[in-house]
Structures are given as C-alpha cells and as structure tokens.
C-alpha cells in the first residue's frame, strides 16, 4: 500500500557549431571590424592568429574576444593571416 514518487532532470547539452567568417575590415567604420568566430556549445576554447612568417600575433581563450587587427599597438597590414 506505499506509494513513491521520484523525479530527475536530464540535461542536454547544445550542438557544437561554429562560424568563422573568412574576411574582416578593421578600419573603425563599426563594421566587420573585428575577426571573431561565433560558437556554441564548446567547452573549452583558444584561439591564435598567426602572421606570414608564422608569428603569433593573437591569442585567446575568451569565446567573446576578437582580434582587432593590431599586434603590439599597430594595425597590421591588409594580407592573409593564419587562425588556429
């Protein structure tokens, strides 16, 4: 004649996604004016930009930080970079 009742939550966690845009103008206009990959549900994040002769100039482990194109107080010039 007992009765019992029991409750649990089960969580799950969201999809992993990412999005890295492949271009950037840090020029102060207010747009695309810093590189930031957007991403949800990582667990863990570090990101690094890297110049042509392999220099990393950039690093982060904060989802919410971009790269604003300078390295050591100067805008570095138009080109392709590297991001890890």
Known sequence: ???DTSF???SKSPE?????????SPN???NNDIFKPVC??????TMQIFNRWGEQIFESQNVDAGWDGQ???AQQ???IYVYL
């Open 1 to 3: 004649g007992c009765t």
């Open 8 to 10: 649990f939550s089960i």
């Open 16 to 24: 992993f996604l990412i999005f890295i845009p492949n271009a950037f």
């Open 28 to 30: 102060s206009d207010g």
């Open 40 to 45: 949800v549900g990582a667990f863990s994040y």
């Open 71 to 73: 390295y050591k107080s």
């Open 77 to 79: 010039q138009q080109g």
